[in-house]
């Protein structure tokens, strides 16, 4: 009896652990857009002619993303400005793929902003985005922007 109570064990301990999938540890608390909340900061812009960093940019810029009494807000802080400021839209809801880490986020006003995270374990996070369009997949639809994850710096 001993033996099997051991077995038992054994098998239970084996299906918790054997059943994780341990490449989204990062990404296993909430919904996928819980993840941009926090302040980041940009890195560079990438356009289809050339990429700027620093100061080829012309200015700095945080986006700090919190839940507020309005829903999700962003704000795009700009030479510690407020420059813009966006509402996330209830509905349509954030469209989100687990397996691409990639986030579609509508705006109150019909903006739109695709967003692709990334977290490695050891290393700062990083998110890259598409400028707020009205449609996401046309030809304005070709600027990137890169943003590191301020609570590590």
């Known amino acids: 009896m001993k033996h099997f109570e051991r077995f038992v064990v054994i098998i239970v301990v084996f299906l918790f652990t054997g059943g994780c999938d341990r490449k989204d540890d990062l990404f296993a608390a909430g919904p ?80 739109n902003r695709f967003y692709k995270i990334t977290k490695q374990s050891g290393k700062q996070d990083t998110l890259e985005a598409s400028d707020y369009l009205p449609e996401i997949g046309g030809a304005a639809d070709t600027v990137k922007y890169f943003y590191t994850n301020a609570m590590l710096l």
């Open 32 to 111: 996928l857009s819980a993840h941009l909340v926090g302040t980041w900061i940009l890195d560079k812009i990438v356009t289809p002619t050339r990429t700027l960093t620093g100061a080829q940019m012309g200015y700095s810029e945080k986006m700090v993303h919190r839940n507020e009494a309005d829903g999700d807000v962003e704000r795009i802080i700009r030479d510690d400005t407020l420059y813009a400021r966006h509402i996330c839209a209830r509905n349509p809801a954030p469209i989100s793929s687990k397996k691409h880490k990639t986030v579609l986020m509508s705006y109150r006003g019909g903006l």
